[in-house]
């Protein structure tokens, strides 16, 4: 039998921390009256624990509120200033890069294409390593703010089996094949080594910035789909992302829509993503004769949405059996996972949906069971076409709450 770890008194201090933080930041601003009655510490625990976190520079007051009776009781808050995150995307067609303080304030962004070098794994980590550097350059910020550097990729993030490299990405519709990103990145990027590197599947911390600050938020069972160039999900059980057992789960658009169908990027028949997915949905414009104006997917899709408000008969069929697909995999979303909500996001995704949702939750309703069809609603994301970038950036600050703001 596994025997049981004690909790040593330090462990407990940063519980308490831990708890007092996140309530702050997410609830705040909040007395310590009220503080006590969210987290159920006592009264002591909480004044010596939010003293504690008022001398380290984390907390500052935020004015006061008056008491029943008693004095004004003094409101605190996390101090915005107290650490700086970096947010990275490595996205279909670039790679951004935006520094934030702790209320997601963008204080810089730089962006790189990624054109006809595709995702050269050396290219993508040059880009990164300048990007922080210019990121950290323009908006005049010390390297020993940050909190730490969160990167969103394409494909599946595991371990490094030998548990010295970090991450490693398994990005099978970029070729990319075991690759350490994180070591690499710790290798390249300049900046103080106890800074800390996060890497996680952009379609997941997309979810996550949706229901920390967008259209998940207060939902315990949610499905947070990601449509870009490629399709993606992030899958939300009793409030946390599941990632299965090589967190692997979520890779939506992998999932066989029709057998011996379209030829997806993956190299498989008929997966979900060579139907709905940007470059897919533009491939099926072409093949149906309508013109692709522009190399940029998202100048060539809005030119299909226009073409379809201008009545052209192809370019309408064509949506509306997009639509139809779409709504077929969300079906499938809703009978394994029955999420209370399912949100569409993505910069395709935001793009389309105002058309297309309509369909997509009348598709999503015709293939799914009742029961949970009824129970579950379809909107679109909050965050805008950022929110894979502000994702990443939660990496690095989850990390920060969970240990009550103590250096690693």
Known sequence: MREAKRQTVRDLRRANRAALLRELYFHGPLSRHELGQATGLSSGTVSNVTAGLLADGLLREAGSVESDGGRPRTLLQVDPGCGRLIGVDVGETRVRVELFDLTFAELARAEYALADEGHDVDLVVAHIRQGVADVLGEAHAAPGLLLGVGVGVPGIVARDPAGAGGAVVHGQTIGWDAVPLEALLRAAVELPPEVPF???????????????????????????????????????????????????????????????????????????????????????????????????????????????????????????????????????????????????????????????????????????????????????????????????????????????????
């Open 198 to 408: 996060f890497v996680g599947n952009g379609a997941r911390t997309f979810g996550q910035a949706e229901m920390w600050f967008g259209a998940g938020r207060g939902a315990r069972d949610a499905v947070i789909a990601l449509l870009g160039s490629g399709v993606g999900a992030c899958i939300v059980t009793d409030g946390v992302p599941y990632g299965g057992a090589g967190s692997g789960a979520g890779e939506w658009g992998h999932t066989t829509l029709r057998v011996g169908g379209r030829r997806c990027r993956c190299g498989a028949l008929g997966c979900l993503e060579a139907y709905v997915g940007a470059g897919a949905l533009l491939e099926r414009w072409a093949e149906a004769g309508g013109e692709v104006p522009a190399a940029d997917q998202e100048v060539a899709l809005a030119a299909l949405l226009a073409a379809a408000e201008k009545e052209d008969p192809k370019a309408e069929a064509l949506l509306g059996e997009t639509a139809e697909y779409l709504g077929a995999g969300i079906a499938d979303l809703v009978n394994l996972f029955n999420p209370e909500r399912i949100v569409l996001g993505g910069w395709a995704g935001l793009l389309l949906g105002p058309r297309l949702l309509p369909a997509v939750r009348s598709a999503a309703g015709a293939y799914a069971l009742r029961h949970p069809a009824n129970r579950a609603t379809i909107d679109l994301g909050r965050l805008g076409a950022d929110a894979v970038t502000v994702g990443a950036a939660t990496l690095p600050l989850a990390d920060f709450l969970a240990r009550g703001g103590a250096s690693a």
